[in-house]
């Protein structure tokens, strides 16, 4: 494939102005799906699931079935919905979106188009430095999601070159909220870090609302970004490209750069933006074509016949108003002045996108400063070596179960960098790893003092010189006795048991 040409970012940002759009799809964790009983699996409980197990009449689209709302989900739909500052629509009206792809048993997918139940918002985002940018919100409407295809005998796991492919139901009809900007005019060239601030946001709002996962490496939240641009001083929009289905922060941020860059050097040349869906790729760090982008005709919309308007009573919405949480600012300057951090060590773990990981390994009993040491640092290290998110190789109460070890001395930090290898491996709990590999802390002084004198066999001079005030000559011992306990002795407990020979 021949390379693409790239404009200098700093460049590309002197010629055009890069205006930016972005659809987030929730999923929500409600017990059943959108429009039957089948079990959703973007809930926990059903989460991995075998194939086509979560599945119903309706999910399938078989003749004579027939939707149900649930009402939990519009539940939600109307506290996202307050949460982003929108108005809620008094009647909402569910209608068919027409168009044929393999795992959409049906043909048409149930969501809603000129009647959503929520419309009109405006949120708060929070960039380095404190800067406070609001995003338009032009939307928030209920849909249900579209099967899964797996690509067999290919060998990009795409569905070019593969013999053939397997489709799973069990994602049909899992009740999202889609979240739809207005287009978001003056990002210039913070545009990468809004699109991740602002995924980021909706992340906080969603899992403080408590009503998604929002786990991005599940797919719990999946963001679409748009990005056009326009030359300086004109007023039409450019054509846009629509890269979908980016599944981390970190690669939104990367995505709405990358696309900067390809589209500036194409219209620098002379060339046109073909208005149409992009796949991100990860590992290179670049986007490909995707298929023409269709426009809201393309679907032929109309009416759900099946189903009533959606009409909430206005004491319900009132009641799921006053039950809002902090908005996401406002908690982030909380947690800050709870835990104590500096600007910087604060900024570092929302530069992560760690902060929800923060807050639940403190509530599990970490504390804070332990906590953020952990995910910004060996966990956040071992997730890039991987090319993933640290939340997706852990889980909070793991971390802080680690740090209650460490804690209690039964574990050093090089220890329990070796028993997080093991939570990450899947080899079990951190006390099981511990008792599996053996790897506790040796706190036996017997077995502390016969390696000491070993080692102060090897090297009798070392007692003379700390006698004569060199207690840095403790340190030569220090190391053989750690060498010889395979780190699993208490460096500080050894030092204080040289020092004790040497003042005998």
Same mark, same amino acid.
């Given at each position: 494939?021949?390379?693409v040409?790239?404009?200098?970012?700093?460049?590309?940002?002197e010629?055009?102005?890069?205006?930016?759009?972005?659809?987030?799809?929730?999923e929500?964790?409600?017990?059943?799906?959108?429009?039957?009983?089948?079990?959703?699996?973007?809930?926990?409980?059903h989460?991995?699931?075998?194939?086509?197990?979560?599945?119903?009449?309706?999910?399938?689209?078989?003749?004579g079935?027939?939707?149900?709302?649930?009402?939990?989900?519009?539940?939600?739909?109307?506290?996202?919905?307050?949460?982003?500052?929108?108005?809620i629509?008094?009647?909402s009206?569910?209608?068919r979106?027409?168009?044929?792809?393999?795992?959409?048993?049906?043909?048409?997918?149930?969501s809603?188009?000129d009647?959503?139940?929520?419309?009109?918002g405006?949120v708060?985002?929070?960039?380095?430095?404190?800067?406070i940018?609001?995003?338009?919100?032009?939307?928030a409407?209920?849909?249900e999601d579209?099967?899964?295809?797996?690509?067999?005998?290919?060998?990009?796991?795409?569905?070019?070159?593969a013999?053939y492919s397997?489709?799973?139901?069990?994602?049909?009809?899992?009740?999202?909220?889609?979240?739809?900007?207005?287009?978001?005019?003056?990002?210039e060239?913070r545009?990468?870090?809004?699109?991740?601030?602002y995924?980021?946001?909706i992340?906080?709002i969603?899992?403080?609302?408590?009503?998604?996962?929002a786990?991005?490496?599940?797919?719990?939240l999946?963001?679409d970004?748009?990005?056009?641009l326009?030359p300086?001083?004109q007023?039409?929009?450019?054509?846009?490209?629509?890269?979908?289905?980016?599944?981390?922060?970190?690669?939104?941020?990367?995505?709405?750069?990358?696309?900067?860059?390809?589209?500036?050097?194409?219209l620098?040349?002379?060339?046109?933006?073909?208005?149409?869906?992009?796949?991100?790729?990860?590992?290179?760090?670049?986007?490909s074509?995707?298929?023409?982008?269709?426009?809201a005709?393309?679907?032929?919309y109309?009416?759900?016949?099946?189903?009533?308007?959606?009409?909430?009573?206005p004491?319900?919405?009132?009641?799921?108003?006053?039950a809002?949480?902090?908005?996401p600012?406002a908690?982030r300057?909380?947690l800050?002045?709870?835990w104590?951090?500096?600007?910087? /060590?604060?900024?570092?773990? @929302?530069?992560?996108?760690?902060? #929800? +990981?923060?807050?639940?390994? &403190?509530? %599990? !009993?970490?504390a804070?400063?332990?906590?953020?040491?952990w995910w910004?640092?060996?966990?956040t290290?071992?997730?890039?070596?991987?090319?993933t /998110?640290p939340?997706?190789? @852990?889980?909070?109460?793991?971390? #802080? +179960?680690?740090?209650k070890? &460490?804690? %209690? !001395?039964t574990?050093?930090?090089?220890?329990?960098?070796?028993?997080?290898?093991?939570m990450?491996?899947g080899?079990?709990?951190?006390?099981q790893?511990?008792?599996?590999?053996?790897?506790?802390?040796?706190?036996?002084d017997g077995?502390?003092?016969?390696?000491?004198d070993?080692?102060?066999?090897a090297?009798?001079?070392?007692l003379e010189?700390?006698?004569?005030?060199?207690v840095?000559?403790a340190?030569a011992?220090?190391g053989?006795?750690?060498?010889?306990?395979?780190g699993q002795?208490?460096?500080?407990?050894?030092?204080?048991?040289?020092?004790?020979?040497?003042?005998?």
């Open positions: 494939m021949a390379k040409a790239l404009m200098d970012y700093d460049k590309a940002l010629i055009y102005e890069p205006v930016l759009g972005f659809e987030i799809h929730v929500l964790n409600t017990g059943t799906k959108m429009f039957s009983a089948a079990g959703n699996p973007a809930n926990e409980a989460h991995g699931a075998e194939p086509n197990t979560l599945v119903a009449p309706v999910d399938m689209g078989l003749p079935s027939l939707p149900v709302v649930n009402e939990t989900a519009v539940r939600y739909a109307i506290s996202l919905g307050l949460a982003l500052g929108c108005q629509a008094p009647s009206r569910f209608a979106k027409n168009y044929f792809y393999p795992d959409l048993g049906k043909n048409y997918q149930i809603q188009y009647e959503p139940i929520a419309f009109e405006e708060e985002i929070e960039l380095d430095g404190g800067d940018v609001t995003i338009p919100i032009e939307r409407h209920m849909e579209a099967g899964k295809l797996t690509h067999m005998g290919g060998a990009t796991g795409r569905i070019q070159g013999e397997l489709v799973d139901y069990n994602r049909a009809g899992v009740p999202l909220v889609e979240i739809v900007t207005k287009p978001i005019f003056g990002a060239k545009a990468p870090e809004i699109a991740k601030a995924i980021a946001t992340r906080d969603v899992r403080a609302l408590g009503i998604s996962e786990r991005m490496e599940r797919g719990n999946r963001c970004a748009n990005v056009s326009r300086r001083g007023e039409k929009l450019g054509t846009r490209t629509e890269t979908k289905n980016v599944n981390s922060m970190r690669s939104v941020e990367r995505a709405v750069r990358y696309e900067i860059q390809r589209q500036a050097a194409i620098a040349a002379g060339g046109t933006i073909t208005q149409e869906t992009r796949h991100w790729h990860e590992d290179t760090g670049t986007t074509p995707g298929r023409p982008k269709s426009d005709d393309d679907y032929r109309f009416p759900e016949p099946d189903l009533l308007p959606v009409v909430p009573a004491e319900l919405i009132e009641q799921l108003r006053a809002l949480p902090e908005a600012a908690h300057r909380r800050k002045t709870a104590g951090f500096t600007d910087l /060590e604060f900024q570092d773990v @929302v530069n992560g996108g760690l902060l #929800a +990981e923060v807050e639940a390994t &403190v509530a %599990a !009993g970490a804070p400063a332990a906590a953020r040491k910004t640092g060996e966990l290290r071992v997730a890039n070596a991987a090319g /998110e939340a997706a190789l @852990v889980e909070p109460a793991a971390v #802080a +179960e680690l740090q070890l &460490v804690d %209690a !001395g574990l050093t930090d090089k220890l329990a960098r070796q028993v997080l290898e093991g990450i491996a080899e079990g709990t951190p006390q790893i511990v008792d599996a590999r053996g790897l506790a802390v040796v706190s036996d077995a502390l003092i016969a390696a000491i070993e080692a102060l066999a090297q009798p001079d070392v010189k700390i006698r004569d005030g060199k840095q000559a340190g011992v220090i053989a006795v750690m060498k010889a306990m395979r002795a208490d460096a500080a407990r050894v030092r204080e048991l040289v020092l004790e020979r040497a003042s005998a």
